[in-house]
């Protein structure tokens, strides 16, 4: 297991580092499988691992149109926090966090998990009685939350303008302390390599082009690799949800794509040793280890499947983090990337059996799917291994909106109503 000991480190340096074993197969497509997973982002891939670790079902493909890391898996600002309002999001998404806890030694991989906080700052006393109000709601159901007050706060926080002069003064901030960041990429390594050794095939370079059926079952897909049976399918390809579902004849589906843009400047001292949130408007924003402040803000606003952003929202996300941070002003921006999002009506996600027989689906992860991996992997394992959900995503499975019984996560979550 200790693949990359300081041992082993050592032999392959004196090697010329010519006999690593890669850290995934690439094997060609089996002509059946038990369960495909359409999408190999940070969801397919993690679902992928729970199924072989925790069910024993290891005849399993990840089928993934590009390369591993080339969705939003690869695009994201890496935040993970499970600081929501309902008693549903938030005993979910800190079950993630747990997972995250022990995920690198899960794994055997270091996705640079770092607990170094999450902190929300509220412009007035009316935002201020808001984010208590939803500190508490986290800690009645087992999370974590402290408030802080301006002087904490500037002791936290240093270069933040705490002025009377500033544009949207602070009145105070809500905490949580164990949540963070990891490193997105080694995320889908990760998932990969570990369900790779489990005998998990792993697919690149493999479209999704149709869906075979059997009256209304599927059993199987037909790709750019060719036609692979499979006794379940399950879909998971976030901001190609609606595109991927219309090739099963699902024409209709709660979920709207958007372009989501995400922001890198060059390399500071150390600035910012926590995650910081802006409630002045919408901005997020922390220090990676290479010393790059990583960040974005809102959607662009309009429906798209294009991987890159516009010039407004550029301008608009620079203004907010001047705005709270001026001396960041002369600070040169060096990359910038969009992602495709997929975003629910109610802003929560979906994990459910069906639309059609045989089939499963994993999406509406909206601008927040990335601290959801492990646990969207492991609920989505579970339902396709048992035909039921989890009771931690029964509140999210697809008929809630036939229901009328909407998970609407208004607390710190997506807001479709805005876009
Ligand atoms: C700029 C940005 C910032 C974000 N910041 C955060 C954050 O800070 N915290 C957070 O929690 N979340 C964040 N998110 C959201 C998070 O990244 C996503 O919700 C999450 O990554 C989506 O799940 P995924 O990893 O499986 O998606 P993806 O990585 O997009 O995986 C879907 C895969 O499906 C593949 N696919 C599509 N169609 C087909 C087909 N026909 N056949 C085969 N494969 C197909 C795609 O190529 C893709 O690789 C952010 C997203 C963006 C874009």
Not at 31 to 57: C, F, M
Not at 81 to 98: H, T
Not at 246 to 253: D, F, N, P, T, Y
Not at 297 to 314: E, F, I, K, W
Request: net charge neutral; proline share 5%; with cysteine.
């Amino acid at each position: 297991m200790a693949e990359y000991s300081a041992l082993s480190l050592l032999k392959h340096a004196w090697s010329g580092n010519r006999d690593w074993r890669p850290a995934w197969r690439k094997p060609e497509p089996k002509p059946s499988y038990d369960v495909v997973i359409v999408g190999g982002g940070g969801h397919g891939l993690a679902t992928a691992h729970y199924l072989a670790k925790e069910h024993g079902i290891t005849n399993v493909a990840v089928l993934e149109k590009g390369w591993l890391g080339s969705g939003n898996i690869g695009r994201n600002t890496t935040i993970v926090r499970s600081n929501y309002l309902l008693g549903e999001s938030i005993r979910f998404y800190d079950f993630s966090v747990k997972l995250w806890e022990d995920l690198a030694q899960d794994l055997n991989y270091n996705v640079m998990f770092s607990q170094r906080g999450v902190l929300n700052l509220a412009h007035s006393p009316g935002q201020a009685d808001d984010f208590i109000r939803r500190g508490n709601a986290m800690r009645h159901d087992g999370g974590d939350a402290v408030w802080l007050n301006r002087d904490a706060i500037a002791r936290k926080v240093p270069g933040l303008d705490l002025s009377g002069s500033a544009r949207f003064p602070v009145v105070g901030g809500l905490l949580q302390p164990r949540a963070g960041t990891a490193r997105h990429d080694a995320v889908a390594w990760g998932f990969a390599r570990a369900a790779d050794r489990r005998g998990v095939d792993i697919i690149e370079n493999c479209e999704v082009t149709g869906f075979v059926r059997d009256g209304e079952r599927i059993t199987g897909v037909t790709t750019t690799r060719g036609e692979i049976a499979a006794k379940k399918v399950a879909v998971a390809v976030a901001g190609s949800t609606g595109r991927v579902m219309k090739l099963a004849g699902i024409e209709r589906l709660p979920i709207e794509s958007h372009v989501l843009q995400a922001f890198v400047s060059e390399a500071l001292k150390p600035f910012v040793d926590t995650v910081v949130t802006f409630g002045g408007g919408h901005l997020y924003m922390s220090q990676s280890d290479k010393g790059g402040l990583v960040f974005g803000g809102n959607l662009d606003g309009y429906n798209s499947y294009a991987q890159r952003g516009n010039l407004p929202v550029v301008e608009e996300v620079m203004s907010e983090m001047v705005a709270l941070f001026p001396g960041l002003a002369r600070v040169r921006l060096l990359r910038s990337w969009g992602g495709v999002m997929d975003m629910s009506m109610d802003g929560s996600p979906i994990i459910t059996t069906g639309p059609l027989p045989g089939m499963y689906l994993n999406t509406g992860w909206c601008y927040g799917g990335f601290k959801a991996t492990p646990a969207s992997g492991w609920c989505f394992a579970w339902t396709i291994a048992k035909d039921e959900p989890h009771p931690l995503n029964a509140p999210f499975t697809l008929d809630r909106f036939q229901r009328g019984i909407l998970t609407d996560e208004k607390g710190q979550g997506a807001t479709p109503q805005l876009h």
